[in-house]
């Protein structure tokens, strides 16, 4: 078994901020994250700057698509994007137009869960649509409320899902001293952010986040 993918999220407020830990931190990165903060910051801007530098890596847009999915999965796609994300709120109308557009540019989609759009038949749904990616998440809000833990339903739900044959990511502040809690279970992706581009030096962080990732192999 390979070792889970590195993806480094850059949610930071502007450009600048985000490009220079990933100028430190880009050579142990499988898969560059232009996060929802960024992008709102910077517009599609941010894709095709860090394209322009790492011409061949995936780059996930995380523009979190409800609606208006061919539109704005076009404009994803069009300024360098490998995958764009949708919430798991979208209709499946939406998905549909999103994974649609993404089949024109050898391009995927992935999909967030959240406790109140999921279910085991959607994901089936989404799956049958041609989305090849979702996210098990422990969200930022209860991280901050004192939520630290990844339950036993979490760690299900990346069996469960990988079952139906997706790529499954993990995110949530995750870092590099909790990856073990991962150990047997089939994780794809690791999405780290703060833990990378906070970082005093963000490629020592990202160099421990994989000699994480390696003891899951």
């Not at 979490?154 to 502040?173: H, I, N, P, Y």
Request: glycine share 10%; charged share 25%.
């Amino acid at each position: 078994m390979n070792r889970p993918q590195l993806q480094i999220a850059l949610d930071t407020r502007d450009l600048p901020a985000a490009l220079a830990p990933l100028a430190r931190a880009g050579e142990h990165v499988d898969i560059i994250e232009c996060g929802t903060v960024l992008i709102l910051g910077e517009g599609l801007r941010a894709v095709r700057e860090v394209r322009a530098i790492f011409p061949d890596k995936p780059i996930l847009a995380d523009i979190r698509i409800a609606e208006a999915g061919s539109i704005l999965a076009r404009h994803a796609f069009e300024a360098g994007a490998s995958l764009v994300s949708c919430v798991a709120g979208a209709s499946m109308t939406t998905i549909e137009q999103v994974v649609a557009v993404a089949g024109e540019f050898g391009g995927d989609v992935q999909v967030e869960l959240n406790d109140d759009h999921y279910t085991l038949d959607k994901a089936k749904a989404w799956r049958a649509a041609g989305v090849g990616h979702v996210i098990v998440k422990r969200s930022r809000d209860l991280e901050a409320s004192g939520v630290l833990e990844w339950t036993e339903r979490d760690l299900q739900r990346v069996s469960d899902l990988k079952e139906l044959g997706f790529t499954v990511s993990v995110t949530g502040g995750i870092k590099a001293r909790e990856l073990d809690v991962f150990q047997g279970y089939p994780v794809d992706i690791v999405i780290a952010g703060r833990e990378i581009v906070g970082a005093e030096n963000p490629r020592e962080a990202a160099a421990a986040m994989v000699a994480g990732l390696e003891r899951l192999a």
